[in-house]
Nanobody, 122 residues
């Protein structure tokens, strides 16, 4: 099985920064695209950013220029550096990853973390 564990959430004032981490572990052959999503109260989950295994990135318009996604393939870990945080960034942030597991050939499966709360006060 594969697990994704997020960390780094918390309470920060507007204008501040946080760095989220997402570590994938388990029976992993390789990790393809990793992504961060977020869900604010009474809103749908939305994609924040993703990064491919080769390092290509894409961001939601609302976070461009403020957030940076990166990864360490040796650790199967993705990061989300969040700067210039705004109250509207308050949400539970979820990591997900497309994983090729050992012993399952070329097939891949998608996994989700449990989420980490980010609260930005005004």
């Amino acid at each position: 099985q594969v697990q994704l564990v997020e960390s780094g959430g918390g309470l920060v004032q507007a204008g501040g920064s946080l760095r989220l981490s997402c570590a994938a572990s388990g029976s992993i052959f390789s990790v393809n695209t990793m992504a961060w999503h977020r869900q604010a109260p009474e809103k749908q989950r939305e994609l924040v950013a993703f990064i491919t295994s080769s390092g290509s990135t894409n961001y939601a318009d609302s976070v461009k220029g403020r957030f940076t996604i990166s990864r360490d393939n040796t650790k199967n870990t993705a990061y989300l550096q969040m700067n210039s945080l705004k109250p509207e960034d308050t949400a539970v942030y979820y990591c997900n990853a497309d994983v090729r597991r050992r012993g399952y050939g070329q097939s891949t499966s998608e996994y989700w973390g449990q989420g980490t709360q980010v609260t930005v006060s005004s």
